[in-house]
């Protein structure tokens, strides 16, 4: 397994796990190698680093402490949810400490008059909807992880899933956030009220990959449970009509709850896993769910059958009932672990496009997976624009990793080509940080220095993540160098 170079001279380890035990209780601090292998990747296996310790915090005021422990001694600290994280965020340091979330699990406060949660950052994401759901309430964004990842995770990534289409990101589903500063400060940004006046602090947080302050509180709007939703599956002979057909049902003015895409050897690899009955033969399916009132989601769902039709799609089937519905959903949300059964490895991208640049770049890719002869499989938020093409390869061949690598850049590269971005929901982490040098241009990326810099003065929170340094750019050859100068701001080294 591939480890991160770590160029930095290491911090002494006991001298900062004994500085640990004097303001947590012992079972909070881990420091073994035995202890600390469990943390040393999240869900991108392919990098792994054991951190210096692991700091497991159960209340506000221990959060506190440590960070300030860290700012004083000068070591970094890289927070973590359930590690589900595609693209490295909680990837630890060598002299780091991981500062684990896991603790806490509470859920604070439902109020459903308000219809708002306030919930711990380690609360898992689906247990926010089944606390609701007494109440007739859920939380809509729906990532395919929701039965493990944290809603702080969530935050710090702007996480979305299925629901994202209709209902928003994360950071269209939170009000209010307590966070705690690099040096120890409790802060709060957002409020309950529906604006809230100055800079939008709540919304810069949000995807801020843990770079800017630690989350400790999060509170949630929650939404009524629609009276009546109804799945269509949509069989292709082709990837590029199941694509265009996508741009026409939004084109039509519909708004579907969900509406994904799976190519054949996804669809091939989740009917293997969960049997949900899918057309094993089509080129393409397309998920597309409907929800709202029992007579609105009828109409809607005779005219986007009359779409999909129109568009080309071979065979349509409308789920009978709601167990039918959750089986067409079952395969989708097991697809990445069913690919996982057909490929010793996999790399899962996260570009987003202009919808209907779906045909072109699924053709694109296809293209790419030949050249590279690695095979593609791709699942994903079509609605949104929002492609995971996944990569597989045998890490155990050299060079393998390296082509799924660069097959993967090419594919972002692709995205900003058309008009898209580098991510649509997994975040950049140390994943895409060149990618990020094709997206960005130096005097955009030493902004983003200078907000990093303005919370966190020494670099000390989850350093190395989301924002290359020009440096890396530069020798990445993707950063623009005018008059051959490159303007490096004077801001500390991230
Ligand atoms: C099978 C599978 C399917 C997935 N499907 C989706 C999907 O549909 N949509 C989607 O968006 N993502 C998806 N993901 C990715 C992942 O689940 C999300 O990014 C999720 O939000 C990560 O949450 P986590 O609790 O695991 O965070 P972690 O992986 O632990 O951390 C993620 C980042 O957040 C930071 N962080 C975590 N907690 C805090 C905190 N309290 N304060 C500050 N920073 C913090 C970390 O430093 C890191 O940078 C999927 C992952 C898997 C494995």
Redesign the pocket.
């Known amino acids: 397994m591939p480890r991160i170079p770590d160029e930095r001279p290491l911090n002494p380890k006991p001298e900062i796990v004994d500085a640990l035990r004097r303001i947590l209780p012992a079972a909070s601090v881990l420091s073994t190698p035995a202890e600390l292998g469990p943390y040393e990747c ?2 991108l296996t392919a990098f792994a680093q054991r951190p210096l310790a692991v700091a497991l915090p159960e209340t506000i005021a221990q959060v506190q402490s440590v960070l300030k422990l860290c700012s004083d001694m000068a070591v970094p600290v ?9 693209s490295g ?2 990837l630890p340091l060598a002299d780091g400490v991981l500062l684990s ?1 896991a603790k806490f699990n509470r859920l604070i406060d439902i109020d459903p008059d308000n219809r708002t949660a306030r919930v711990e ?1 380690g609360v898992r994401n689906l247990a926010i909807s089944e606390a609701a759901a007494p109440h007739g309430l859920y939380y809509a964004p729906d ?3 929701q039965i493990a ?2 809603i ?3 935050v ?2 702007n ?3 299925v629901h994202c289409l209709k209902y928003g990101l994360t950071v269209h589903n939170i009000v209010k956030l307590k966070l705690v500063t690099v040096d120890g400060e409790l802060f709060e940004v957002g409020s309950e009220a529906l604006d809230s006046p100055g800079l939008d602090l709540l919304a810069l947080m949000t995807g801020s ?2 770079m800017l302050a ?2 400790v509180e999060v509170t949630v709007k929650l939404l009524p449970q629609p009276e009546r939703a109804q799945a269509l599956l949509a069989a292709f002979d082709s990837v590029e009509t199941a694509g265009a057909a996508v741009a026409q049902i939004i084109a039509a003015g519909i708004v579907p709850a969900g509406l994904e895409m799976m190519d054949n050897p996804a669809i091939r690899a989740a009917e293997d896993f969960v049997h949900a009955g899918y057309p094993v033969d089509a080129a393409a399916i397309l998920i597309c769910e409907l929800d709202g009132f029992n007579a609105e989601v009828s109409t809607e769902v005779m005219r986007v059958r009359e779409l999909l039709l129109a568009a080309g799609a071979s065979d349509v089937r409308t789920a009978r009932d709601d167990a039918e519905r959750m089986i067409f959903w079952k395969g989708r949300k097991a697809a ?2 069913a690919v996982g059964r057909i490929s010793p490895d996999y790399y899962c991208m996260d570009g987003t496009i202009p919808r209907k640049e779906l045909p072109t770049v699924l053709s694109r890719v296809a293209e790419l997976s030949s050249q590279y002869g690695l095979r593609v499989a791709n699942v994903f938020h079509a609605g949104d624009g929002n492609l995971h093409p996944l990569v597989l390869y045998d890490a155990n061949i050299p060079g393998e990793l390296e082509r799924a690598e660069e097959l993967g850049g090419d594919i972002l590269t692709l995205c900003v080509e058309v008009g898209g971005t580098v991510t649509g ?3 950049v ?1 140390v994943e895409k940080l060149n990618q990020m040098c094709v997206q960005f241009n130096s005097e955009e990326l030493t902004q983003m220095h200078a907000v990093k810099a303005a919370f966190d003065p020494h670099g000390l929170l ?1 350093p190395g ?1 989301a924002v290359p340094t020009l440096h890396r750019c530069a020798e990445f050859g993707a950063m623009h160098v005018h008059h051959g100068e490159l303007k490096f701001p004077e801001l500390p080294r991230f």
């Not at 890289?78 to 595609?86: I, N």
């Open positions: 999240d869900g890289v927070a973590r949810g359930a590690g589900t994280g595609l965020g909680a979330l950052p990532p395919s992880s990842c944290t702080g995770g969530n710090a990534e996480s979305g899933g990959e843990g630690v989350i990445f672990p929901e997994h975040g982490g989850n993540k």
